[in-house]
């Protein structure tokens, strides 16, 4: 897996990373490595369900293994701030099969 200089723009701006298993998580990105593993500051996950808004746990500092990683994504803080993540309903992200 290559990082190239994608990650490196993505430096001090808040990330959405979504994970192998589903999750959704959120953050600024502090910094990253060769493997991609990447750390995250003022982080939170983001819980998607059908029946209730998005809930929104807070995880403070968090370090993610790039193996875990399946997507990462500039957030557009502008739309995301927005939203009403209260009224959103998704179907939970299902893990990601290689």
Do not use: C, W
Not at 58 to 74: A, K, M, Q
Not at 83 to 91: C, E, P, V
């Amino acid at each position: 897996m290559s990082t190239g200089p994608g990650l490196e723009s993505l430096v001090d701006q808040t990330i959405s990373v979504i994970t192998n298993d589903g999750r959704n998580i959120v953050g600024v990105l502090k910094g990253f490595d060769q493997a991609t593993n990447i750390i995250l500051d003022e982080s939170h996950e983001r819980v998607f369900s059908t029946k209730e808004g998005v809930q929104q746990l807070v995880l403070g500092l968090y370090i993610i293994r790039g193996d875990n990683i399946s997507v990462v994504g500039e957030l557009d803080e502008e739309l995301d701030s927005n939203l009403d993540l209260s009224k959103l309903r998704a179907h939970p992200l299902k893990p990601v099969i290689h």
